[in-house]
């Protein structure tokens, strides 16, 4: 995923008579024209209404009625919200880092040729991947249990008292432990395919100058997968502040350590779906939505300038 | 999103993008220079395999548990008696087997769900790739965009609107969003700036075949290993999602597996709900191993597909 040829987007190629082409010019949108009209109903469509939506107000008394930007307004000094924000703020500086440096560590090291059981063990860590966020939640759940959980276990069996993973001060490394485990192994795959493209005689070329395998690591093969990179911090961005599954699914065990406003998304369900509060759920909904875009962009920007 | 564009080529020369077909089969190194075998790196993989592993293994021990067996015995060891098959029985009979219409409903959304995204996203991808058309770098812009937009921000928006229509509590409310995989377009069209030489798209055109023909006999054979990534990719997402039929469905008999499981844990927390972690965690492991199949069974064309996605020289 490291390249994409920019004349496929620019469009005219240079094979075939102008007047051919002219004719053909249409034909793609029969091809894309089945995305497109979807897309725009699945996507563009709520996009607009939620927009809509933002800037209404539903009272008991009263009705329906135009407040502008009032609700936005709301949003920004709703502590509630951004007590969200702070936390998948936090998930983000903590887990995304630790997640993508073991997932580059293990992709290096398959790519080193210098481990025993590669296939297998490319494959084993993969695996979690194809487990659902709700199963694996789950899982973990009663995994962290000290009733019957291997917690539990490890305490029973050694006399100790670990601390408690579905506390509140631990709750959210329980669930990036969680999130960790579902993707660690997703990301190792894109940088590896990303590696493995490397032309392999600039290894060839480093070696005989001398160059050791760090120095082959920093100055080769880092830089030639910047795209993977740039593009998996960015899913993942997306991933933490879309934070969901995982607390959702966890807070009947911890129902004290999670709030039903425990992240942005969160927040955004349980004041549409519990409090009927569509108008103000959408303008949290776009908020957030905004504050992912602008960071996404701004590693984007960062992360393809540098050295580029 | 422009950074799926840009190129990280600093090595490369900037190939004309005109050459096609032989790059796909990824150019396996030579072997001669071979670097030693590491143990020290194997072990430190090793324990990452472990975090891998033992809490599917955790759940696979589990599963063979009676619910007093579950609380009474070590995690990572086998209990007295082994009441897996029990297990299994009692979670397709459990309230009037309402597990088995969860499975048909997931298996109902994943090949039309899926099956449809993958369909919509190889067309497009064909059509990205392979044909100049007005509104082309729109069309692109947009999409791309649309990848930073968090799809649970799109969700209560999208629930109001099908509920006006009348499509919530039914298949189509799951159904008509999973339609689109904005990152299966986006690999599709990758792939097939490479899988298909415009060439041969030429000379089908020469023989007098139309456009449907030649997608159909000449490209879509050609697109097959992206396919299969694209369509396990989906069907992934399809099968794990949770929190679209979570808000679009009330009624038990249209749960997928996931929003199913979810309930049935649930039941344990509430007043007077009975306690089935054991089935909780069988269905857990039922829900879980086709798909582990599926990715071990079709290992070859995944990986060569995902490969081939971030084949660009």
Do not use: C
Not at chain 1, 59 to 88: E, H, K, M, P
């Amino acid at each position: 995923m490291t390249t994409l040829q920019p004349s496929a987007a620019t469009g005219p190629r240079p094979a075939g008579p102008p007047a051919r082409r002219a004719r053909r010019s249409w034909t793609g949108w029969g091809f894309i024209g089945p995305f497109v009209l979807v897309f725009a109903l699945v996507f563009l469509a709520p996009l607009g209404y939620s927009i809509y939506l933002s800037l209404f107000r539903t009272q008991l008394i009263g009705g329906t009625t135009f407040v502008g930007l009032d609700n936005y307004q709301q949003a920004l000094q709703d502590s509630q919200f951004w007590g969200g924000v702070g936390r998948v703020g936090l998930f983000l500086l903590i887990q995304v880092p630790i997640m993508l440096g073991l997932a580059l560590l293990i992709a290096l090291a398959l790519d080193s040729g210098r481990l025993y059981g590669k296939d297998f063990f490319r494959i084993s860590v993969f695996l979690p991947y194809a487990v659902p966020a709700v199963v694996a939640s789950l899982m973990w759940g009663f995994i962290y249990g000290t009733r019957f959980g291997l917690v539990g276990d490890i305490n029973d069996a050694f006399g100790v008292k670990l601390p408690d993973p579905l506390s509140s001060d631990l709750i959210l490394a329980s669930i990036g432990n969680i999130v960790t485990w579902e993707f660690v192994g997703y990301n190792m795959l894109i940088f590896y395919a990303a590696l493995r493209v490397v032309p392999h005689s600039l290894y060839e070329a480093a070696e005989i100058d001398g160059a050791g395998q760090w120095r082959v690591i920093s100055a080769i093969k880092l830089p030639a997968i910047r795209g993977a990179l740039v593009i998996a911090t960015i899913f993942s961005i997306i991933g933490s502040f879309q934070l969901f599954n995982e607390p959702a699914i966890l807070q009947k065990l911890a129902p004290n350590a999670i709030t039903t406003d425990y992240t942005p998304n969160y927040y955004t369900y349980s004041l549409s779906f519990s409090g009927q509060q569509h108008n103000y759920s959408a303008t949290v909904a776009i908020v957030m939505g905004v504050i992912t875009m602008i960071v996404a962009y701004v590693v984007q920007l960062r992360g393809m300038r540098k050295g580029a | 999103m422009t950074g799926l564009s840009t190129t990280t080529a600093a090595s490369r020369p900037a190939a004309p993008p005109k050459s096609p077909a032989p790059r796909l089969r990824a150019p396996r190194r030579h072997t001669p220079g071979r670097p030693k075998r590491s143990v020290l790196l194997t072990v430190l993989t090793v324990v990452v395999l472990l975090y891998s592993l033992v809490p599917l293994l955790w759940l696979l021990i589990s599963a063979t548990k009676t619910q007093q067996g579950l609380a009474g015995s070590f995690g990572l060891w086998f209990d007295g008696d082994f009441a897996l098959w029990d297990n299994i029985t009692q979670t397709f009979t459990y309230q009037d087997g309402v597990f088995g219409r969860w499975l048909l409903n997931t298996l109902l959304y994943v090949v039309v769900g899926a099956g449809g995204a993958t369909f919509l996203a190889v067309l497009g991808g064909y059509a990205l790739a392979k044909f100049p058309f007005p509104g082309k770098r729109a069309v692109f812009a947009v999409v791309i965009g649309a990848v930073a937009v968090p799809t649970t921000a799109l969700a209560v928006p999208t629930f109001l609107m099908f509920s006006k229509i009348g499509l919530t509590d039914t298949p189509w409310a799951v159904i008509i969003p999973s339609l689109i995989s904005p990152f299966g377009l986006y690999l599709m069209w990758v792939f097939a700036v490479e899988a298909i030489p415009t060439e041969l798209m030429e000379a089908a055109r020469i023989d007098g075949a139309g456009e449907v023909r030649t997608f159909f006999q000449v490209a879509l054979p050609l697109l097959a290993p992206g396919t299969v990534t694209v369509l396990l990719f989906t069907t992934v997402a399809t099968w794990n999602n949770y929190f679209l039929p979570l808000i679009m469905l009330k009624d038990p008999d249209w749960y997928p597996l996931t929003v199913g499981l979810d309930a049935w844990n649930k039941q344990a927390y509430a007043a007077g709900g009975e306690v089935v972690f054991n089935l909780v965690i069988t269905g857990s492991l039922i829900t879980i191993v086709p798909l582990i199949a599926a990715f071990l069974l079709l290992q070859k064309y995944w990986q060569s597909g995902l490969a081939a996605g971030s084949v660009k020289e």
